[in-house]
């Protein structure tokens, strides 16, 4: 199985900040068609997860630009700029190059 | 819009097998896969399993010898059905929409159901 590892698992920003999480894998997330299946959900506090990015960097229907993603093979990273209140929760990483899909161990961010 | 909604028995007990449905609105399940992740209460996100447009399933071989996945298209529902439960087996049961284009990504998920497994 991929196992996907996030860093950090806790961050605390102030309002107006910027903030980067980091997603390992421990194999290539480049498909055999070339393309990298590496998401990114946000679970807001008693909410379900919800989707911002897919495909490393596309943003889903209606995600803010202050969210974007980069990066390549095994090291992906979510970058979200001008933080808000409703940013707060828990962001998750997920792999669908390869099954069974599996997640990132989640990472909190709080607002100082 | 799309909607998704898991329902199903809150309360199980251990060896009993458990039978979700999800029902969905807004689109058709012969044009998007459906998934099935569990989250542990406190906890990370697990995929069970998909049923894909097609009609075809992919399971995850941690539960794949008890779970069982299937579709009623005119009704617009999928059903989760496991087997043998375990007090592990408890957790919130979410259903999602996959887009297998977009590398099997989840793009709408439903509120999730609450399933304790315990004696």
């Known amino acids: ?112 | 819009q799309v909607q998704l909604k898991e329902s199903g028995p809150g309360l199980m007990q251990p060896s009993e097998t458990l039978s979700l449905t999800c029902t969905v609105s807004g689109f058709s399940l012969t044009s998007n896969g459906v998934g099935w992740v569990r989250q542990p209460l406190g906890k990370g996100l697990v995929w069970m399993g998909t049923i894909w447009a097609g009609g075809s399933t992919n399971y995850n071989s941690a539960v794949q010898s008890r779970l069982s996945i299937s579709r009623d298209t005119s009704k617009s529902q999928v059903f989760l059905k496991m087997n043998s439960l375990q007090p592990e087996d408890t957790g919130t049961y979410y259903c999602a929409r996959q887009d297998y284009y977009s590398g099997a990504v989840f793009d709408y998920w439903g509120q999730g159901v609450m399933v304790t497994v315990s004696s």
């Open chain 1, 1 to 112: 199985d991929v196992v996907m590892t996030q860093t950090p698992v806790s961050l605390s920003v102030s309002l107006g900040g910027q903030v980067s999480i980091s997603c390992r894998s421990s194999q290539s997330l480049v498909h055999n068609n070339g393309n990298t299946y590496l998401s990114w959900y946000l679970q807001k506090p008693g909410q379900s997860p919800q989707l911002l990015i897919y495909k490393v960097s596309n943003r889903f229907s209606g995600i803010s630009d202050r969210f974007s993603g980069s990066g390549s093979g095994t090291d992906l990273t979510l970058k979200i700029s001008r933080v808000e209140p409703d940013d707060l929760g828990v962001y998750y990483c997920g792999q669908g190059t390869q099954y069974p899909l599996t997640f990132g161990s989640g990472t909190k961010l709080e607002i100082k």
